[in-house]
Antibody
C-alpha cells in the first residue's frame, strides 16, 4: 500500500525558515517523480515543484512563484522527500502536501501538514 | 500561467447525471486531470489525461475533452459524491489547478 506522511509543519515567523519532510512507503521510491503542492484554506491547490526520478537524474523544477526560496530534495536511502522553505511570508500559510506523480498527474497524496507564517 | 475556469457550485439530486466543466485559457492537449476533495481530506485522483479512470475509482466517473474544454461526468450521482472537484493541467509550465467546483446533493 502506497503511503505518504508529511511532518515538520507548525508556526513560523515571517522571514523564517522551515523544512518539511515526507516519508514514503509501499512503492519503489526511486522510480517516481515526487512533488510538493500547497493549498491555502478554502482555495485551490498550487503546485510548488518536483524532483525527478533516478532515470532522470533527480533534478528539480519549481513554480516561479517559489523559485529561489524553496528547495526540494530527496534521500533515496531513507525514502524521504524534503521541502526547505526560506524567507517565509504570510502568503505561504497553507496545508502542504507531498504527492507522487504518475503520467504527470498526482496519484497519491499525503494527508498534509499545516504551515502558518505569522508573528 | 494557464488559467483553468470552473463553475463554482452545482446542486444535483442522487441518481442524476452531472457534468462539471473546466476551460483552459490556452491549449493543454489531453493533459487535464481531475481530483475529488472532501472536507479535511487530501485530494484524490479520479481521472488522468482527460479520460483515463484512476485505479479504484468507480466507473460512474468519466472524463472527456481535449485542447481547452474538458468535462468530468458523474452518472449516476451518489450521496457520497458531495465534495469539491478540481481540474489540473500539466501541459504548460507551471502545472495549475482550477478553483474547484463544489458539488452539493439536494
Amino acid at each position: 500500500e502506497v503511503k505518504l506522511l508529511e511532518s515538520g509543519g507548525g508556526l513560523v515567523q515571517p522571514g523564517g525558515s522551515m523544512r518539511l519532510s515526507c516519508a514514503a512507503s509501499g512503492f519503489t521510491f526511486t522510480d517516481f517523480y515526487m512533488n510538493w503542492i500547497r493549498q491555502p484554506a478554502g482555495k485551490a491547490p498550487e503546485w510548488l515543484g518536483f524532483i525527478r526520478n533516478k532515470a532522470n537524474g533527480y533534478t528539480t523544477e519549481y513554480n516561479p512563484s517559489v523559485k529561489g526560496r524553496f528547495t526540494i530534495s530527496r534521500d533515496n536511502t531513507q525514502n524521504m522527500l524534503y521541502l526547505q522553505m526560506n524567507t517565509l511570508r504570510a502568503e505561504d500559510t497553507a496545508t502542504y502536501y507531498c504527492a507522487r506523480e504518475y503520467t504527470t498527474a498526482f496519484d497519491y497524496w499525503g494527508q498534509g501538514v499545516m504551515v502558518t507564517v505569522s508573528s | 500561467d494557464t488559467v483553468l475556469t470552473q463553475s463554482p457550485a452545482l446542486a444535483v439530486s442522487p441518481g442524476e447525471r452531472v457534468s462539471i466543466s473546466c476551460r483552459a485559457s490556452e491549449g493543454v492537449n489531453s493533459y487535464m486531470h481531475w481530483y475529488q476533495q472532501k472536507p479535511g481530506q487530501q485530494p484524490k485522483l479520479l481521472i488522468y489525461k482527460a479520460s483515463n479512470l484512476a485505479s479504484g475509482v468507480p466507473a460512474r466517473f468519466s472524463g472527456s475533452g481535449s485542447g481547452t474544454d474538458f468535462t468530468l461526468t458523474i452518472d449516476p450521482v451518489e450521496a457520497d459524491d458531495t465534495a469539491t472537484y478540481f481540474c489540473q493541467q500539466s501541459w504548460n509550465d507551471p502545472n495549475t489547478f482550477g478553483a474547484g467546483t463544489k458539488l452539493e446533493l439536494k
